[in-house]
T-cell receptor, first 116, second 114 residues
Framework: AQTVTQSQPEMSVQEAETVTLSCTYD???????LFWYKQPPSRQMILVIR??????QNATENRFSVNFQKAAKSFSLKISDSQLGDAAMYFC?????????????FGTGTRLKVLA | SQTIHQWPATLVQPVGSPLSLECTVE??????LYWYRQAAGRGLQLLFY??????ISSEVPQNLSASRPQDRQFILSSKKLLLSDSGFYLC?????????????FGPGTRLTVT
C-alpha cells in the first residue's frame, strides 16, 4: 500500500524569504499523481500545485514550485517570497492512476508559520 | 464552474442524538465523492467514498454511514453520536478522465458532540 510522509510537523519562515516543505512517499507504481494542498485557518482545503509522475519537469504555480525526485520518491514544495497569507497547514497527497483506484493518500501535514 | 456545498457549517449535538450532514456538487456529472474527518490539528481520515449512486465504500468501521441518493448528493449520517465523533468533516469530489484528477473540497462542517 502507498504511504505519504511529511516529517516536519511545523516550519517557520520570515516574510519574503523562501521555505521548503518536505514530502516523501512509498509506492511500487510507476505512474501516479502528487498534490500539495493548503489549509488556512478557515480550514478550506485549497489545491496549491499538482504533478504528474510521468512528467520530468517540475510543476510551478507563481511563487509555488515543486522539486520532484521520482527515484528518491520525494516531492517537496518550495514557497518563494513568503507572505503572511501563506501561513497554513500544508498537506502532501498521492493518487494512483490504476484503473478502479479512487482513493487519495494524505500526509499528516506541516504547519507553516510566517513571521513578520 | 464546479461548486461544492456543505451544510450545516457548524453543529453542536448531544451524545446519542442522530446526525445528518449533506454535501452537494454543482457543475459536474458523475463525480467521485468523499467524506473525510479531521481532528483538531491533525490529518485527514477518509471515511467513505462513492463512485456512483448507491455505491458506497467504507474505510473505517464506526457508527457512521453514508448514502448517495442522487448523482451529486452525498450524505453522512449517524443514528447515535459518540463523543469521539467530534471533528471537522470535509466533503470532496473528483472526476475520472484525463488530467491530474485532483480533489476539490467543500468548506467543511465543524461538529461538536457534547
Amino acid at each position: 500500500a502507498q504511504t505519504v510522509t511529511q516529517s516536519q510537523p511545523e516550519m517557520s519562515v520570515q516574510e519574503a524569504e523562501t521555505v521548503t516543505l518536505s514530502c516523501t512517499y512509498d509506492t511500487s507504481e510507476s505512474d501516479y499523481y502528487l498534490f500539495w494542498y493548503k489549509q488556512p485557518p478557515s480550514r478550506q482545503m485549497i489545491l496549491v500545485i499538482r504533478q504528474e509522475a510521468y512528467k520530468q519537469q517540475n510543476a510551478t504555480e507563481n511563487r509555488f514550485s515543486v522539486n520532484f525526485q521520482k527515484a528518491a520518491k520525494s516531492f517537496s514544495l518550495k514557497i518563494s517570497d513568503s507572505q503572511l497569507g501563506d501561513a497554513a497547514m500544508y498537506f502532501c497527497a498521492y493518487r494512483s492512476t490504476t484503473s478502479g483506484t479512487y482513493k487519495y493518500i494524505f500526509g499528516t501535514g506541516t504547519r507553516l508559520k510566517v513571521l513578520a | 464552474s464546479q461548486t461544492i456545498h456543505q451544510w450545516p457549517a457548524t453543529l453542536v449535538q448531544p451524545v446519542g442524538s442522530p446526525l445528518s450532514l449533506e454535501c452537494t456538487v454543482e457543475g459536474t456529472s458523475n463525480p467521485n465523492l468523499y467524506w473525510y474527518r479531521q481532528a483538531a490539528g491533525r490529518g485527514l481520515q477518509l471515511l467513505f467514498y462513492s463512485v456512483g449512486i448507491g455505491q458506497i465504500s467504507s474505510e473505517v468501521p464506526q457508527n457512521l454511514s453514508a448514502s448517495r441518493p442522487q448523482d451529486r448528493q452525498f450524505i453522512l449520517s449517524s443514528k447515535k453520536l459518540l463523543l469521539s465523533d467530534s471533528g471537522f468533516y470535509l466533503c470532496a469530489w473528483s472526476v475520472l478522465g484525463t488530467g491530474a484528477r485532483e480533489q476539490y473540497f467543500g468548506p467543511g462542517t465543524r461538529l461538536t458532540v457534547t
